[in-house]
């Protein structure tokens, strides 16, 4: 893939729930895979959707900043990462900063 960034507010945010899963996974017998919200900026050419497809078994899914977002909040995990142009990942980023500042 050309470009690829994660998006880190989200990434931590599974990132938490995984690690505090740690424990209870450890002890099972079959580990099983632990879903995740991972948005990652794509590309939107043939080559990119290729390689991403390769790598992760299934086409790229494109959401917005605010579809990002909605999903942090609802709470919701996919199994493959999604992706989002330089542009929305932009906005999450700006959006991100504003309401870490607020705070």
């Known amino acids: 893939m050309r470009k690829t960034t994660p998006v880190i507010g989200l990434t931590c945010a599974a990132g938490l729930m995984l690690s505090a899963a ?3 996974l450890a002890h099972d017998a079959k580990p099983r ?3 995740q919200r991972v ?3 794509c590309s939107n050419d043939a080559a990119t959707r290729r390689a991403f497809a ?3 078994g299934a086409a790229p899914v494109f959401i917005t900043a605010s ?4 999903a942090q909040t609802a709470g919701e995990t996919w199994s493959a990462p999604r992706c ?3 542009r929305e990942h ?3 980023t700006q959006s991100m900063g504003d309401l ?4």
Request: hydrophobic content about 50%; proline content about 4%; glycine content about 4%.
């Open 84 to 86: 989002m142009t330089a």
């Open 39 to 41: 948005v990652m900026e």
């Open 54 to 56: 390769r790598e992760h």
């Open 100 to 103: 870490a500042r607020a705070r």
């Open 33 to 35: 895979l632990q879903a």
């Open 67 to 70: 579809q990002a977002q909605a």
């Open 90 to 92: 932009a906005r999450l």
């Open 22 to 24: 740690g424990p209870v």
